[in-house]
């Protein structure tokens, strides 16, 4: 087929036009077989690399049908592969399987798939890389291999579920480990806790096929505490039916910018962590005289009470409820000062289960109020169980204490999928929410319960605190027939299975 009637071809055949004339020319002599396939399952255009796989010239394919190098018992994963492509929204999708050549034998192959558009978005063909299995790696894979392996910019491959399948050494550079021991661990756990969110939303974008690229910025956090700048690029597709994620991780400052704002929270992690190991001392210090005074008093009550006045039993009634009350604000105190950032263990959890086990954990105090508490359909999220229980805690605690006493305590927990996020809601049909309700999540801010008995004022802190480690918000709003609802988010999960 002489130029001209190639040209005259590419002018009417739309997946030609959608590769493009320059990307033809730098392929016509690639040691990469290319191929363009147009709707009707014909070859557009196949390069000199192809038809040698196959047996064939490149004249005498284009306009024949794609099936003349497929076997029979191939076709079906081919169509299946389109399928998958299609339906999954990734721009490629890697696939390894024979192909048929002229003189009836078979070799096998590897095809990267790609979709072409036209300039409207519209479906008009395919584009396929092929590189024959059997062949060795040319001098171009091993030197590409060796630049990614020596590279000074961070390459990583990830599975569908967000763990590391291969990295090199500038990626566990930045992050202050190891190769050898990313493969396996969840990529978004050496992210900084502020950038978690974000990056958590895009990796779910990702696996979702909302998105097939995405560009952020994300903090690792090294094994000292410090942090790298970076930018992320990552990108999604297809190998033979399994989803892969490719990332690209550039030090924006090459480790040595931003030295005086790292000096500083460096200096406020110090300072976080004294503030810890303080509260677990004066805690201890605390409880064990505490436990000392309430014991005493028990035991008076136990062997003297026989001889005590009404008056003396309610003095002796005070004075435990005082110190049981102490014991609590010093439990809630230590709680939020171990809450930090940098403590999270995120990992894949059923939000139901959380609840069941937070329930089963105020089974009494809930049948001594007689409340009911029920549940909707509640989503897998990406959490620390630990901190997420603790939050879920407070707040249907919170829920019983702060009841309506003409009413039986109505609670319920349910969720809803937000912009790249969920938002799981507590709702009751208590007292409603005091008027300077935006101060409830500060530190010392009490209500009064039904009966009077005031909170620790540190519970509902501990829970900001915590979910925004998680990159979420707290918040509370009156329910139009009385009550509240405490609401908090968490990042949507779809990049996890």
Same mark, same amino acid.
């Given at each position: 087929?002489?130029?001209?009637?190639?040209?005259?071809?590419?002018?009417? $055949?739309?997946?030609?036009?959608? @590769?493009?004339?320059?990307?033809?020319?730098?392929?016509?002599?690639?040691?990469?077989?290319?191929?363009?396939?147009?709707?009707?399952?014909?070859?557009?255009?196949?390069?000199?690399?192809?038809?040698?796989?196959?047996?064939?010239?490149?004249?005498?394919?284009?306009?024949?049908?794609?099936?003349? &190098?497929?076997?029979?018992?191939?076709?079906?994963?081919?169509?299946?592969?389109?399928?998958?492509?299609?339906?999954?929204?990734?721009?490629?999708?890697?696939?390894?399987?024979?192909?048929?050549?002229?003189?009836?034998? *078979?070799?096998? %192959?590897?095809?990267?798939?790609?979709?072409?558009?036209?300039?409207?978005?519209?479906?008009?063909?395919?584009?396929?890389?092929?590189?024959?299995?059997?062949?060795?790696?040319?001098?171009?894979?091993?030197?590409?291999?060796?630049?990614?392996?020596?590279?000074? %910019?961070?390459?990583?491959?990830?599975?569908?579920?967000?763990?590391?399948? $291969?990295?090199?050494?500038?990626?566990?550079?930045?992050?202050?480990? !190891?190769?050898?021991?990313?493969?396996?661990?969840?990529?978004?756990?050496?992210?900084?806790?502020?950038?978690?969110?974000?990056?958590?939303?895009?990796?779910?974008?990702?696996?979702?096929?909302?998105?097939? &690229? @995405?560009?952020?910025?994300? +903090?690792?956090?090294?094994?000292?505490?410090?942090?790298?700048?970076?930018?992320?690029?990552?990108?999604?597709?297809?190998?033979?039916? !399994?989803?892969?994620?490719?990332?690209?991780?550039?030090?924006?400052?090459?480790?040595?910018?931003?030295?005086?704002?790292?000096?500083?929270?460096?200096?406020?992690? +110090?300072?976080?962590?004294?503030?810890?190991?303080?509260?677990?001392?004066?805690?201890?210090?605390?409880?064990?005289?505490?436990?000392?005074?309430?014991?005493?008093?028990?035991?008076?009550?136990?062997?003297?009470?026989?001889?005590?006045?009404?008056?003396?039993?309610?003095?002796?009634?005070?004075?435990?409820?005082?110190?049981?009350?102490?014991?609590?604000?010093?439990?809630?105190?230590?709680?939020?000062?171990?809450?930090?950032?940098?403590?999270?263990?995120?990992?894949?959890?059923?939000?139901?289960?959380?609840?069941?086990? &937070?329930?089963?954990?105020?089974?009494? +105090?809930?049948?001594?109020?007689?409340?009911?508490?029920?549940?909707?359909?509640?989503?897998? @999220?990406?959490?620390?169980?630990?901190?997420?229980? @603790?939050?879920?805690? =407070?707040?249907?605690?919170?829920?019983?204490?702060?009841?309506?006493?003409?009413?039986?305590?109505?609670?319920?927990?349910?969720?809803?999928?937000?912009?790249?996020?969920?938002?799981?809601?507590?709702?009751? =049909?208590?007292?409603?929410?005091?008027?300077?309700?935006?101060?409830?999540?500060?530190?010392?801010?009490?209500?009064?319960?039904?009966?009077?008995?005031?909170?620790?004022?540190?519970?509902?802190?501990?829970?900001?605190?915590?979910?925004?480690?998680?990159?979420? +918000?707290?918040?509370?709003?009156?329910? =139009?027939?009385?009550? *509240?609802?405490?609401?908090?988010?968490?990042?949507?999960?779809?990049?996890?299975?």
């Amino acid at each position: 087929m002489s130029e001209s009637h190639r040209e005259v071809l590419k002018s009417r $055949d739309p997946a030609l036009a959608a @590769v493009g004339q320059q990307y033809l020319d730098v392929m016509r002599d690639s040691h990469i077989g290319v191929v363009v396939i147009d709707m009707s399952q014909r070859f557009s255009w196949v390069n000199a690399a192809f038809a040698r796989i196959v047996g064939w010239r490149p004249e005498q394919l284009i306009g024949q049908p794609s099936l003349l &190098t497929q076997s029979p018992d191939n076709q079906e994963q081919s169509e299946e592969a389109i399928e998958r492509l299609t339906s999954s929204g990734a721009t490629f999708e890697w696939l390894k399987r024979p192909v048929l050549r002229r003189d009836g034998t *078979s070799i096998e %192959v590897t095809f990267e798939w790609r979709f072409l558009r036209d300039d409207g978005g519209g479906l008009v063909g395919f584009l396929a890389h092929v590189t024959s299995a059997a062949s060795e790696p040319t001098a171009a894979d091993h030197i590409y291999a060796d630049l990614v392996a020596a590279s000074d %910019v961070g390459f990583v491959l990830l599975r569908r579920d967000g763990t590391v399948a $291969d990295a090199n050494v500038a990626l566990a550079g930045l992050v202050g480990r !190891r190769p050898e021991d990313l493969v396996g661990e969840p990529f978004a756990s050496y992210m900084h806790a502020d950038d978690l969110g974000d990056a958590l939303h895009a990796l779910g974008d990702l696996v979702a096929a909302r998105q097939t &690229t @995405v560009e952020l910025p994300v +903090r690792f956090v090294r094994l000292d505490g410090t942090y790298v700048a970076t930018r992320v690029l990552l990108r999604t597709g297809i190998d033979d039916g !399994r989803q892969w994620i490719a990332g690209m991780v550039v030090d924006v400052d090459g480790g040595g910018g931003a030295q005086h704002a790292e000096a500083i929270r460096v200096e406020l992690e +110090r300072s976080n962590r004294e503030l810890e190991d303080f509260a677990a001392t004066a805690s201890h210090d605390l409880k064990s005289p505490l436990q000392t005074i309430t014991g005493f008093l028990e035991l008076l009550q136990l062997t003297e009470g026989s001889a005590l006045s009404e008056e003396g039993h309610d003095y002796i009634r005070r004075a435990l409820a005082g110190g049981h009350r102490m014991s609590e604000t010093i439990d809630s105190f230590l709680a939020f000062a171990r809450t930090n950032q940098q403590n999270l263990q995120l990992r894949s959890a059923s939000l139901d289960d959380l609840v069941v086990a &937070t329930l089963a954990g105020l089974e009494a +105090r809930i049948a001594a109020a007689s409340a009911s508490v029920t549940r909707g359909e509640l989503p897998t @999220v990406v959490c620390d169980t630990r901190g997420v229980g @603790v939050v879920l805690q =407070n707040l249907i605690s919170n829920a019983i204490r702060y009841r309506d006493p003409e009413r039986r305590p109505i609670i319920e927990v349910s969720a809803e999928r937000g912009p790249n996020q969920w938002v799981i809601h507590v709702s009751d =049909n208590g007292r409603g929410l005091p008027a300077d309700a935006d101060h409830l999540f500060e530190m010392y801010v009490q209500g009064e319960s039904e009966g009077g008995h005031a909170g620790t004022g540190i519970g509902l802190a501990t829970c900001r605190r915590i979910i925004e480690a998680h990159g979420g +918000r707290i918040w509370a709003e009156p329910r =139009n027939d009385g009550g *509240s609802i405490f609401s908090f988010s968490l990042p949507d999960v779809d990049l996890i299975d």
